[in-house]
């Protein structure tokens, strides 16, 4: 079993930033990548980005390319999100979760961060 939990979230107007973290527990995390999902009001689950956990290797949506970044800090076991440039379609709940690197298939899920970028 691996358990996630996300911090970071929180209200913040356009154009600003917010950092996500997920620390990461358990026997097998080491197993599985990590990637950052979210879904707005009304939507599907959607795939953010993803950081294989060994070699770091990195995948974004082309919506937060540019803007976002994805990286982790191994020794703490866990993953971080910078997002800048935060418009208000980037407001959602967002997931970290535990993924099979390849296809980003979520094996394991937090339980959610909500983001709202204002006007």
């Known amino acids: 079993q691996v358990q996630l939990v996300e911090s970071g979230g929180g209200l913040v107007q356009a154009g600003g930033s917010l950092r996500l973290s997920c620390a990461a527990s358990?026997?097998?995390?080491?197993?599985?990548?990590m990637g950052w999902f979210r879904q707005a009001p009304g939507k599907e689950r959607e795939f953010v980005a993803a950081?294989?956990?060994?070699?770091?290797?990195?995948a974004y949506a082309d919506s937060v390319k540019g803007r976002f970044t994805i990286n982790r800090d191994n020794a703490k076991n866990t993953v971080y999100l910078q997002m800048n440039s935060l418009k208000p379609e980037d407001t959602a709940v967002y997931y970290c979760a535990a993924i099979r690197w390849g296809d980003f298939t979520p094996v394991y899920w937090g339980q959610g961060t909500q983001v709202t970028v204002s006007s």
């Open positions: 950081i294989s956990w060994s070699v770091g290797n990195t």
């Open positions: 358990g026997r097998t995390f080491s197993y599985y990548a």
